[in-house]
């Protein structure tokens, strides 16, 4: 089992709700990330902090937004989505170097299972 | 952008064979290249991180070698066990804004036969 917790596992949401994915890790690492992943698509990252500080945004929508309040926590709040963002979506953690910026291995959650009706 | 390439057929093997899976990618050289497993469901799991500098890395019966002229790594498990049955994604370290971003490949399906 890993130290990244995420809850709900499972989740089915109209386009008009309002929602939160919660991620925590209990490895005292300085980063955490969002991705989603889709069937046959690789995994596609969504937001990074890095010490508590969003450092990638890639071109995600609006009706993601990401909440990181300290170096253990991080959620995702959704609102208004489309049956296409329908997915798994992941959260992870790692221990990045502050000097040279490189992030080793990431401790993946077991994910969040997003249904869209 | 770099752009990583996994093979997307499954590859299917016997029990006691060597699995070797493939790990193409196109531009610049990453810092590092990582090796994870994942299982239906679930997220992936850590196995392997080999650095630009090292030619081959082993764990267990793991290993992974790192060529940065043909820009390839390959995985191998050795002595394969229905156990190891799996997706293996590769993600390469990509620069961006002073610091390294895991961009991860599609993942290749290996399914070993008893």
């Known amino acids: 089992e890993t130290g990244v917790t995420q809850t709900p596992r499972h989740l089915v949401m109209g386009m008009t709700n309002k929602k939160s994915l919660k991620c925590e890790q209990h490895l005292g690492h300085n980063a955490m990330y969002w991705y989603k992943q889709s069937a046959k698509k690789p995994l596609e990252l969504m937001f990074v902090y890095n010490f508590k500080e969003q450092t990638e945004n890639n071109s995600v929508p609006s009706r993601f937004s990401p909440e990181c309040p300290n170096s253990s926590h991080l959620f995702l709040h959704l609102h208004t989505l489309q049956p296409e963002d329908s997915a798994l979506y992941l959260c992870a953690s790692s221990q990045d170097n502050p000097t040279s910026g490189l992030s080793y291995e990431q401790y993946f959650g077991p994910g969040t299972r997003l249904t869209v009706t | 952008s770099q752009k990583i390439e996994q093979n997307s057929e499954a590859l299917n093997i016997q029990e006691g064979k060597t699995a070797t899976l493939t790990c193409n990618y196109t531009?610049?050289?990453?810092?590092?290249l990582q090796w994870y497993r994942q299982d239906p469901g679930r997220g992936p799991v850590f196995l392997l991180l080999?650095?630009?500098?090292?030619k081959e890395k082993r764990k267990e019966r793991l290993k992974v070698t790192f060529d940065t002229t043909l820009k390839q790594s390959l995985f191998h498990i050795t002595a394969s066990q229905p156990a190891d049955s799996a997706t293996y994604l590769c993600a390469l370290a990509v620069p961006s804004g002073g610091s390294y971003i895991p961009t991860f490949g599609r993942g290749t399906s290996l399914i070993v036969h008893p």
């Open positions: 531009n610049y050289s990453p810092a590092y």
């Open positions: 080999i650095r630009e500098n090292e």
